[in-house]
């Protein structure tokens, strides 16, 4: 599938399979989130890729709306150091990763996870050090139902040229 299609067929996803994710994939998934832009090269981020079912249940107690982490084959917590631009820099892996879950036919969904008020208590289920920031929770299965895009503005809204 070419990069246009993968982002118009893109769609947060928060039912899944019980049909497990191989290893070798969650690492090509990984890859693709460590190869985003980063401002300055710092490349700030860490990855933790839970598959345990009691750790997806306790982070899907834990993030308030990303309950359906407790359904989900993985979730991969995208962490970043708290640099000046740890959140711009973990948002582009975070996409990068779910650009390339849909890739590979995977159902994602990105839980919020900077500023959150369990941002602290899943850095701690994870054991992540304290100097680093949580920037996202992305659920990963494969989907139960074909994956539909919810409907977006008509190109012709959006852009503008030269001027706003």
């Not at 839970?50 to 993985?74: D, M, P, S, W, Y």
């Not at 289920?125 to 929770?137: G, K, Q, T, V």
């Not at 494969?142 to 959006?158: D, G, L, T, Y």
């Amino acid at each position: 599938m070419d990069i246009f299609e993968c982002i118009s067929k893109r769609a947060s996803v928060r039912e899944y399979q019980t049909k497990p994710i191989s290893q070798q994939v969650l690492t090509q998934l990984v890859d693709a989130g460590r190869r985003g832009p980063s401002a300055r090269a710092v490349e700030p981020w860490e990855f933790v890729v839970v598959t345990q079912r009691e750790l997806l249940q306790t982070l899907g107690e834990l993030a308030n709306t990303g309950a359906f982490i407790k359904e989900a084959a993985a979730c991969i917590a995208v962490f970043c150091q708290d640099t000046k631009y740890y959140l711009e820099d973990g948002c582009a892996a975070t996409e990068n990763i779910l650009l390339a879950a849909c890739a590979c036919g995977l159902g994602a969904c990105w839980v919020a996870g900077d500023k959150k008020p369990y941002a602290e208590d899943i850095k701690k289920l994870l054991n992540a050090p304290s100097d680093f920031r949580l920037i996202s929770l992305i659920a990963l299965g494969w989907p139960k139902e074909e994956i539909r895009q919810s409907k977006k503005r008509q190109i012709k809204e959006v852009i503008h040229w030269q001027r706003f």
